[in-house]
């Protein structure tokens, strides 16, 4: 059988969720193919999957929309990432490539990254069974549908129903992630096999900080100021800082790196979990899924779309410390839908320094962590959910 995997714009948060279901076709023996914007097909193809370019709107379009959605209010930018990049820019730019491969490959499955609405438009008309592998919280899911129903009925109308009612895929537990998707379907994945970091730190056993702010920091043009801010809270403690910034960040635009920190431009996300004592991070689903499920606490500091949500559940649950928006200067504190946020800067920096040393210092933090581990191991496994999908289980 065939089973088609559709991927938006955004980078390994969008992309990683969709490949155990790609492994486990291949251990079944389908055949797998991946649709995304040009920008993934390296991702994809480093991974080992056959990838087929669509389209992608203009940078000229796209870079304004993220350069204000870490500063914009929470509804402004919710609209501008879920109607006007994904639902309607993305999404039309997907679409003849989507609409192409559908009737050539005619795939007997698709999964889709939830961001990815060109693939919801074509294959459901086609009879070809649809399902979307969350990379979100359930209730961020629902809300980025949300916000992308007036677009999204504009491709086809009744499509926000049909996409509510597509099997909805999830590696969060039920005790972090509660879910209003009619059809909700949990799964675990194989535990992977993490490869021991070199020993960057010349035999210093001090805690390990893995500092991590994802894919989408590095575009933007406050970077430098981001990683300077987090560099500079973690300089005083006792610990080892293990620093990616991705491979379109500059690590010279950093400046002078501390002493207890070493850069590199990526690392794998299970090396670095499980050697780590602690991850820092901007509070995307990938990182924090993986992190949790090293048994890894967390101190989240976000930035923007659903790290704010993110971090409120690592909070919530106690396998971590969430920074929580940072208000423009004179402005209210807090989240509401009329307040402006800004990236954090050196103002920051005390309250950064503050939380690492109390996850640090607590164990209750990562004993949680553990805790939440465990119930992912417990879902069922991907291949079980895939050949059920198709059919065959």
Known sequence: MRILAACSLGGAGHFTPLVPFLAAARRQGHETLVIGPPAVGPMVEAAGYAFVAGGEPPESLIAPIRERLPLAPPHEASILGNRELFGRLAAGAMLAGM?????????DLVLRDPCEYASAVVAPPLGVPTAQVAISLASAEAGSIAAAAPALEEHRP??????????????????????TFA????????????????????GSTAPLVYLTMGTVVAHL???????????????????????????????TGLGAVPA???????????????AADLVVCHGGSGTVFGTLAAGVPLVVVPVLGDQFDNGIRVAECGAGI???PAPEA??????????GRRVIDDGDRQRITEAVSAVLGTASYRD??????????????????????????
């Open 221 to 251: 043009s406050s970077a430098a100021t981001v990683y300077r801010t987090l560099l500079d809270a973690l300089a005083p403690l006792d610990a080892r800082v293990l620093l990616t910034v991705g491979r379109h960040f500059d690590p």
């Open 158 to 179: 009744g499509l926000v129903e049909e996409v509510l009612a597509m099997p909805y895929l999830t590696r969060f537990p039920a005790s972090l992630d509660p879910s």
């Open 99 to 107: 609409h192409r491969v559908c009737g050539e490959w005619a795939p």
């Open 260 to 274: 207890n920190t070493h850069v590199e431009a990526w690392v794998d996300h299970a090396d670095a979990a499980s």
């Open 368 to 393: 949680r962590a553990q805790s939440v581990a465990e119930e992912m191991r417990a879902a069922p496994g991907v291949d079980e959910v895939l050949a059920t999908l198709l059919g065959t289980g």
């Open 183 to 202: 059809t909700t379907i949990r799964f675990g994945e194989p535990e992977l096999i993490a490869s021991p970091l070199p020993d960057w730190w010349d």
């Open 330 to 339: 004179g402005g209210p504190a807090g989240d509401g839908p009329d307040e």
């Open 322 to 324: 969430t920074l929580g």
